[in-house]
């Protein structure tokens, strides 16, 4: 039996170690630890890597989000349309501005339903706030027309999409704002928590900066309430670090994604979560549905395959919205919670291992 990581820090480190460790010299050595020249260059970077004019560095996704929020004057009595599959972090970032989350149902992949959207829209309504779920580009095009007509914000949940694209162009470039999160486990993970907002309004990223920082102006001149929400030197040191193999990592997980695609083709009790066009999706996660999903997933833990489920329970049917959202209808997340697992998908996989899963999922069936 063989025995698979579903990720591989050590790896990395083993391999990339040395200039990590260099970039957290850098900071040692410049002796500035908040706001410095590694934030402002990663900053730069990531704002050219995304193909927009602005980035702001803040201290996770969900703030990130808060933050976009609070900039484009979202209020308590405002209403955001999002979707009920994802991270709770889209949906708290929503609450913590005092804002109505308002739930979409989903397509069979998982992303937001656009053709629903405009049946949702009441006079309280002020933004749109989809996700990128898995790192798959969803129809972000057609979204944004929608939003125009109507005069809302869009707002891109990119916290699983760096680099993700959409008709040769980068995702996170389509709305007034897109947030990523650089989670450890995101395709461009920090090593502990850190965030990011890309914006081409030069207003609303000044706006941005300001509330990062306590809502600051200049020192100690408070224009407006802020937050304590600020991306650490030592974070972006390393990020920055990361950033230059985040393409070549891309490239290696669309191989293992391929190789799943090849291996798994053909059996009938599974679908795979994919996109329309396979070089488009980043492959943050590489998933499958089944209805025997519980049963798999056990099967593939005793035979040292390790899964986890993106994600088990809808948004507003989590614990803390009990009765809140009861007569929500919501029918296809409900289906797609329960079906869906994420096998082991990362740049430092080997083919093998794909293999060797895939044999197993195969043997489950046949």
């Known amino acids: 039996m063989q025995k698979v990581k579903y990720l591989d820090f050590p790896e990395e480190y083993r391999l ?152 040769g162009k980068k995702v996170g470039t389509f709305g007034d704002v897109a947030c990523y999160s650089f989670y450890p486990t995101k395709n461009l993970g920090a090593i502990g928590d850190g965030g990011a907002i890309t914006t081409n309004n030069l207003k609303v990223a000044q706006i941005c900066h300001e509330i990062r920082d306590y809502g600051q102006k200049s020192k100690y001149i408070h224009s407006r309430f802020g937050l304590n929400s600020r991306l650490d030197e030592l974070q972006a040191s390393i990020l920055l670090e990361k950033l230059k193999y985040l393409e070549i990592d891309n490239k290696k997980r669309q191989e293992i994604a391929k190789r799943y695609i090849k291996r798994l083709r053909g059996i009938e009790e599974i679908k795979m979560v994919l996109p329309e066009t396979i070089e488009d999706s980043n492959y943050h996660l590489f998933v499958i549905r089944t209805t025997k999903r519980d049963d798999l997933k056990n099967y593939l833990a005793k035979n040292g395959i390790p899964t986890l489920i993106h994600y088990p329970i809808t948004i507003p049917d989590q614990p803390m919205f009990k009765g809140i959202y009861k007569n929500i209808n919501i029918p296809i997340a409900r289906k797609f919670v329960n079906e869906i697992l994420s096998l082991p998908c990362h740049p430092f996989m080997k083919l093998s291992e794909v293999d060797y899963i895939s044999d197993k999922i195969r043997d489950f069936f046949l």
Not at 141 to 166: P, S, Y
Request: glycine residues 8%; proline residues 4%.
């Open 16 to 167: 990339r170690g040395k200039s990590y460790m260099k970039a957290i010299s850098r900071v040692f050595i410049s002796g500035i630890y908040v706001l410095g020249p590694e934030v402002a260059n990663f900053e730069k970077e990531f704002s050219k890597f995304t193909g927009t004019k602005n980035c702001i560095g803040v201290a996770n996704g969900l703030e990130a989000i808060q933050i976009s929020l609070m900039a484009l004057g979202i209020k308590p009595g405002d209403e955001v349309i999002t979707t009920p599959i994802s991270a709770v972090a889209t949906t708290l970032a929503i609450l913590a501005v005092g804002a109505t989350p308002v739930f979409s149902d989903v397509n069979e992949d998982g992303q937001i339903n656009i053709d629903l959207i405009e049946r949702l829209i009441t006079k309280r309504t002020k933004a749109v706030l989809p996700v990128h779920l898995y790192g798959q580009p969803m129809d972000i095009v057609e979204l944004k027309k929608i939003c125009n007509k109507h005069k809302l914000f869009l707002i891109e949940d990119a916290a699983q999409a760096h680099g993700t694209k959409l008709d």
